[in-house]
């Protein structure tokens, strides 16, 4: 008498599909927290870029000129420094101001701005009356500044204190 019964060899349809409907589940619970990590790595390295233009503000403020440089004239200004970066300006008072670039490939920080203000001992924006004086402290990502990141994407030391 032969013998009815094969050993099965494989994997089933219905064995497959679960293995790949269990993978999709988990990619799509992954992706938003995914997303959420390449966003501040793109926001991290636009910050770097403020790092020149916050030694540039700090120097003029110690050497006390006649005045403080105008508009987007203190010397550290750009137009696309990086690929994510489309501009960085300086207002009147030194208040460094990055525009993250469409290449972010995030409608959240697309075309958006973060900020680094110069504060002084009183922890006041600082002004022509504080020429001569050292920055005591830097506003990092404050709306009141202009920035219009969500705070969520900036370092945790950028979070408008």
């Not at 497959?16 to 991290?44: D, E, F, H, N, T």
């Not at 390295?45 to 003029?60: D, S």
């Not at 000129?65 to 420094?81: F, H, I, Q």
Request: hydrophobic share 40%; net charge neutral.
């Amino acid at each position: 008498m032969a013998n009815c019964k094969r050993k099965q060899k494989g994997f089933t349809l219905v064995e497959v599909m679960l293995v790949v409907a269990i993978i999709g589940i988990l990619s799509m619970i992954m992706m938003p927290s995914i997303r959420g990590y390449q966003a501040r790595a793109k926001v991290s390295e636009a910050m770097l870029l403020m790092t020149q233009c916050r030694t540039v503000v700090g120097e003029v403020y110690a050497s006390g000129p006649a005045s403080l440089p105008g508009l987007d004239s203190w010397g550290c200004e750009a137009e696309r420094p990086s690929r994510f970066v489309e501009r960085i300006r300086t207002t009147n008072e030194g208040i460094i101001k990055i525009t993250m670039g469409n290449e972010v490939g995030d409608l959240r920080l697309a075309i958006h701005d973060i900020t680094l203000a110069p504060l002084n001992s009183s922890n006041q924006l600082m002004g022509e009356d504080d020429l001569g004086t050292t920055v005591k402290r830097w506003r990092c990502g404050s709306e009141a500044d202009g920035t219009d990141v969500p705070s969520s994407f900036l370092p945790s030391t950028c979070r408008g204190g």
